[in-house]
């Protein structure tokens, strides 16, 4: 199969298109102003357990087998990120630190 030439706004509109393409064996390189910016190619199997690691998979989250959206995601984060910085500043607390005393020690 020979390769494919579309530009950035094509791949942007159309990437599932272009992205079953691809996992068909396509080639496709993408350019920006006539200027080739980067290739999609497809992933050899043989190598992709050699490349990837699954470190989270976010379909396994009970009511999201679809995958997470992102603004779930990231509001669980944020609660994560709240909570360590309320723990952190209760244990400062105890310590008579406040934020800029802790850095001023550093």
């Known amino acids: 199969m020979t390769d494919k030439i579309?530009?950035?706004?094509?791949?942007?509109?159309?990437?599932?298109?272009?992205?079953?393409?691809?996992k068909a064996g396509r080639f496709i390189t993408v350019v920006k102003r006539s200027e080739p910016?980067?290739?999609?190619?497809?992933?050899?199997?043989?190598?992709d357990d050699a490349?990837?690691?699954?470190?989270?998979?976010?379909?396994?989250?009970?009511?999201?087998?679809?995958?997470i959206p992102a603004s779930d995601l990231?509001?669980?984060?944020?609660?994560i990120n709240a909570e360590e910085d309320a723990e952190e500043l209760k244990t400062r607390g105890q310590r008579g630190q406040t934020k800029q005393s802790a850095k001023k020690a550093k």
């Open 37 to 47: 910016l980067f290739r999609l190619v497809p992933i050899d199997d043989d190598d």
């Open 6 to 22: 579309i530009g950035v706004k094509e791949l942007r509109e159309n990437i599932d298109k272009y992205a079953a393409q691809v």
């Open 51 to 67: 490349n990837w690691e699954t470190l989270i998979d976010f379909r396994k989250f009970p009511g999201y087998e679809n995958g």
């Open 74 to 79: 990231l509001a669980r984060l944020r609660k």
